[in-house]
């Protein structure tokens, strides 16, 4: 496609529970990226891939955070065990490279743990 | 890691007024500076960008200039409109890092 489609747009957990996002990046984009944008707007790097491969995943929480972006299917970030402050909106964004190309955004998917 | 500092946190204008966004950084070798857009509830858009190469790059209203030797780089709206009222994000990345935003500034747009 030629815009990022993410899904669902809003997910509601209880704490404990998973939550699982997932994202289409634009068609012809080797790169994926998800970023975390809490309360105050920071946006923090979660996960990197170059096709179905992780390029750079230092920002991930690894106990309960994982991400795939399998060929044919869209990309996915999974949390295991939702916590209370992993609730955020979750942007995933897709570029043709990784060094200085455009990233373009999704629209995002706000996750509420209650 | 690389830091981005952004300022003003929040700025008003009068509609058909400039309004400018500046932002500075630590790592001489960051080489991609972009410029994000985000409304409420949406997704950032990719409004303009420079790579450091380029001193200044122009698109209509707005415009980006790049000082490397000073680290900065600054984002200027022209003859501003209530709908360039939005929530604006520099942004940069150096090699093979992710890309690192700016807090954000809050532009308002008095019509």
């Known amino acids: 496609g030629e815009e990022v489609a993410q899904t669902p747009k809003h997910l509601v957990r209880g704490e404990g529970q998973k939550a699982k996002l997932y994202c289409a990046p634009i068609?012809?984009?080797?790169?994926v990226f998800w970023y975390q944008q809490v309360l105050k707007n920071e946006f923090k790097f979660l996960i990197s891939?170059?096709?179905?491969?992780?390029?750079?995943e230092t920002g991930m929480p690894k106990e309960r955070f994982s991400a795939k972006c399998l060929p044919n299917s869209p990309c996915s970030l999974e949390i295991q065990a939702t916590k209370l402050e992993d609730s955020a909106v979750y942007f995933c964004?897709?570029?043709?490279?990784?060094?200085?190309?455009?990233?373009?955004f999704g629209p995002g998917t706000r996750l509420t743990v209650l | 890691g690389e830091n981005v500092e952004q300022h003003p946190s929040t700025l008003s204008v009068q509609e058909g007024d400039s309004a400018v966004i500046k932002c500075t950084y630590s790592?001489?070798?960051?080489?991609?500076f972009p410029w994000y857009k985000q409304e409420l509830g949406k997704g950032p858009q990719l409004i303009i960008d420079?790579?450091?190469?380029?001193g200044e790059k122009k698109d209509q209203r707005i415009a980006v200039t790049l000082n490397k030797t000073a680290k900065h780089f600054s984002l200027h709206i022209t003859e501003t409109q209530p709908e360039d009222s939005a929530v604006y994000f520099c942004?940069?990345?150096?090699?093979?890092?992710?890309?690192?935003f700016g807090k954000g500034t809050r532009l308002s747009v008095i019509a």
């Open positions: 068609k012809g984009h080797s790169y």
């Open positions: 964004a897709s570029s043709q490279s990784f060094r200085g190309d455009e990233q373009f």
């Open positions: 891939f170059q096709n179905e491969n992780v390029f750079d």
């Open positions: 942004a940069l990345n150096s090699g093979n890092t992710p890309l690192v």
């Open positions: 420079i790579r450091s190469n380029v």
């Open positions: 790592d001489s070798a960051s080489n991609y």
